[in-house]
Nanobody, 121 residues
Framework: QEQLVESGGGLVQAGGSLRLSCAASGSIFNINEMGWYRQAPGKQRELVATISIGGSTNYAESVKGRFTISRDNVKKMVYLQMDSLKPEDTAVYYC???????????????WGQGTLVTVSS
C-alpha cells in the first residue's frame, strides 16, 4: 500500500520558519508530480506548491517568494521550506503525489494524513 507521511509541522511565531517533509513508501516504481496543499479551518483545501519530476515548480500567489518546494527522487521525498510565515498560513498541510507501481500501471494520486502548522501573531 503506497502512503505518504508528513512531518515538521508545529507552532511558530509570525516571521519565523518551518520545514515540512513528506516521505513516500510502499510499492512505488516512480513518482510524477508532488505537491503541498493546505486547508485552513472553515475553508477549502488549496494548492500551495507543486514540483514536477524534472524539478519545475508552481506556487500559489500567496506564498511566492516565501515558500520553496523541493524533492529528492532517490529518497522519494518532497519538502516545503516556509519562511516569513504569517498567521494566515495557519492550516493543516497535506502532501500529495502521483505514484505508480510499474510501467504497466497508471499514476494514482496519494494523500498524506496532514500536519498542522500554526503561526501566532
Amino acid at each position: 500500500q503506497e502512503q505518504l507521511v508528513e512531518s515538521g509541522g508545529g507552532l511558530v511565531q509570525a516571521g519565523g520558519s518551518l520545514r515540512l517533509s513528506c516521505a513516500a513508501s510502499g510499492s512505488i516504481f516512480n513518482i510524477n508530480e508532488m505537491g503541498w496543499y493546505r486547508q485552513a479551518p472553515g475553508k477549502q483545501r488549496e494548492l500551495v506548491a507543486t514540483i514536477s519530476i524534472g524539478g519545475s515548480t508552481n506556487y500559489a500567489e500567496s506564498v511566492k517568494g516565501r515558500f520553496t518546494i523541493s524533492r529528492d527522487n532517490v529518497k522519494k521525498m518532497v519538502y516545503l521550506q516556509m519562511d516569513s510565515l504569517k498567521p494566515e498560513d495557519t492550516a493543516v498541510y497535506y502532501c500529495n503525489a502521483d505514484v505508480r507501481k510499474s510501467l504497466l500501471h497508471k499514476y494514482v494520486g496519494v494523500w498524506g494524513q496532514g500536519t498542522l502548522v500554526t503561526v501566532s501573531s
